[in-house]
């Protein structure tokens, strides 16, 4: 009988760490409707749309490919007029655990021009969520930098232990990943820094950053393959020092990176390092109308 209760036992606690599992990584939980902006599919005749060049009277993007340290890199140097053209979204409109979707999706839907993974919030319980001015989680992660971004367009990067969310000055979005990689010009991790405590060193990356006004590069590498074996922390943010960054900040990477121009996906992403396929994320930071 004491054998029976052993194993019924361990039957019930294997089932409940597999719905724990599921429900932290898989199920998707009832979300919240977001409001979305009804806009129209903005069609700038004369704009200029080329593989590696966007051009119209409010923004300009320049599409480069550059082979650093072992890795495919993918830089989109961004410049517009007004910092409202910075967007973000979440997946299929929805704010929630593992509401997920693939960013070329979002992108397509939201008309981005040049789009790339966010912070994928999603996958956490804690951690600031503040998207277009409005605040969805305001409980702390604990010691996690978070980045910051104004309605002047302008970047800070905060550490959650220090700062309350309700301390900010009305910002427009705030992710939770990081760390952030650059500040006022200089790397602000060390060389050995990982996203967390046996976490690959070379990995696909997704980083974005301030340069100065209404400029920006949204950088994002390939990574575990034999072509592009991935970037460390400290690497990543060297490579975006010499782009010119100011202050620049480290969203979620591995699978996740990806970066959409155009609506065509510019980069090799993949989880593995076997299949190349695009992975559903909960959010995207996008430039467009």
């Known amino acids: 009988m004491k054998i029976v209760y052993n194993i019924l036992f361990y039957l019930a606690l294997i089932g409940a760490c597999t719905y724990a599992m599921l429900y932290t990584f898989v199920l998707e939980q009832d979300g919240t409707n977001v409001e979305v902006e009804k806009r129209e599919k903005v069609v700038i005749e004369d704009a200029i749309i080329e593989d590696d060049h966007y051009k119209d009277d409010n923004i300009e993007i320049k599409l480069t490919e550059d082979y650093q340290y072992k890795t495919h890199i993918y830089v989109a140097d961004v410049v517009m007029n007004r910092p409202e053209y910075l967007r973000t979204a979440f997946a299929k409109d929805k704010f929630g655990r593992n509401i997920t979707e693939e960013v070329s999706d979002m992108a397509k839907r939201n008309n981005a021009i040049l789009a790339i993974n966010g912070d994928y919030y999603g996958a956490r319980e804690a951690g600031y969520v503040v998207r277009n001015f409005k605040e969805y ?16 367009g302008k970047f800070q990067i905060i550490n959650e232990s220090k700062t309350k969310l309700s301390e900010l000055n009305n910002p427009k979005e705030v992710f939770t990943f990081g760390p952030g990689l650059l500040k006022d010009g200089e790397i602000s991790v060390t060389e050995n820094q990982e996203v967390s405590t046996g976490h690959r060193v070379s990995n696909p990356r997704t980083a974005i950053c301030y340069i100065g006004m209404n400029h ?52 090799n992403p993949t989880h593995d390092g076997y299949v190349i396929d695009e992975r559903k994320v909960s959010d995207m930071v996008y430039v467009g109308y």
């Open 216 to 267: 920006y590069a949204f950088v994002v590498s390939d990574g575990r393959t034999k072509a592009s074996e991935g970037l460390s922390l400290y690497e990543l943010a060297s490579y975006m020092k010499g782009l010119g960054c100011q202050t620049a900040y480290n969203m979620d990477g591995g699978g996740s990176s990806v970066m959409v121009f155009n609506g065509k996906i510019i980069n």
């Open 137 to 152: 989680r305001n409980t702390s992660s604990g010691n996690r930098e978070n980045l910051v971004i104004y309605e002047s």
